[in-house]
């Protein structure tokens, strides 16, 4: 069931179901979650089930605002205070050390915890009414089976679970791919996933060098979105440039069908067999478009989808990210 999220009588709903144990699709500024009370075991567990995600990997736990995290974390690096005092509300997650016997669930048993303050107006009105009846913050993974491609809008949502989940409708979601994710605990930052925070601007607010994942003694925890393969369609993805999506389509000639292409520059006259999506020269937008375009012509029934990979610089990081994920 799906109701608009600017409702307040949708939101009352919304927090009661939570408070049942039981789960709602969320919009946030990212892509929808399916949320459920942080510290219910039993509840965390429905998402779970209900994703077919294996229970050692963790969820991120979303909260209203920065006065939920010493609930959560046991330790708060000086480094990832900055980053909150910048980007919360806003699609980073850090990872930080947890405090004992708390979300136990939620984290996948790990002793580290993810943590995210979305800044989507819908997902800020239900978290701050859970603050208020005893639920400091909702675990939210990407509301779709999981390793599959992310929703961005209610009825994606609704497409995956069915009518029977309360979904609050959020309109589309403005970013478009998961949250950046940086890793707190090991001293110095260290970047895990990319997103529309990049790496840059990272380093900036933390006065210091993103490490390697892979240099630190201390192996990386675990956490969301890092699979080598996510995000991915029924079609097979495969990625190229420009140059050689012409050279393939002109190979093909007129046996080209069943394929989607979602490259910058519009094809060549191809035939009904192709169907061809824009994608944009600006990082953002791309972002916000791509799942929105994989699940479209996913939907079309096309067997493959040739993507124009975009370049390789710090803003394109994300996009990149989800893109190499969904074709491994």
């Not at 309360?166 to 309109?171: A, E, M, T």
């Amino acid at each position: 069931m799906i109701l608009p999220g600017q409702d307040p009588a949708a939101i009352a709903r919304a927090v009661q179901t939570l408070a049942r144990g039981e789960l709602l699709g969320l919009p946030t500024e990212t892509v929808y979650g399916l949320a459920a009370d942080a510290l219910r075991d039993e509840a965390v567990a429905k998402i779970f089930a209900a994703k077919g995600r294996p229970a050692d990997h963790p969820l991120i736990v979303h909260v209203a605002s920065a006065a939920q995290v010493p609930l959560f974390a046991s330790e708060v690096p000086a480094f990832a205070q900055r980053l909150m005092d910048a980007f919360w509300p806003g699609p980073l997650t850090l990872i930080l050390p947890r405090q004992p016997g708390v979300a136990t669930a939620s984290a996948g048993g790990h002793t580290s915890i993810g943590l995210r303050c979305p800044s989507h107006p819908v997902a800020q009105a239900v978290m701050q009414a859970c603050a208020a009846t005893g639920m400091p913050g909702l675990s939210a993974p990407s509301a779709n089976q999981f390793g599959r491609v992310s929703p961005t809008t209610a009825r994606h949502v609704q497409g995956e679970f069915g009518d029977a989940l309360l979904i609050l409708d959020g309109g589309e979601c403005e970013v478009g791919i998961e949250s950046t994710i940086v890793d707190c605990t090991r001293g110095a930052p260290v970047l895990l996933r990319p997103g529309q925070i990049t790496r840059t601007q990272i380093e900036q607010v933390c006065g210091q060098s993103l490490q390697d994942k892979a240099a630190l003694a201390q192996p990386a925890p675990k956490a969301s979105g890092t699979l080598e393969s996510h995000y991915a369609p029924r079609a097979k993805v495969r990625l190229m440039d420009a140059a050689q999506i012409h050279q393939r389509l002109q190979a093909l000639g007129v046996h080209a069908n069943n394929l989607g292409v979602w490259s910058r520059d519009a094809l060549p006259d191809t035939g009904a067999g192709v169907l061809w999506r824009q994608q944009s020269a600006q990082p953002a937008t791309a972002a916000h478009d791509l799942f929105a375009v994989l699940r479209d012509l996913d939907a079309r029934g096309v067997q493959q989808i040739w993507v124009e990979l975009p370049p390789d610089t710090p803003e394109w990081e994300g996009v990149r990210d989800r893109l190499q994920r969904a074709a491994a």
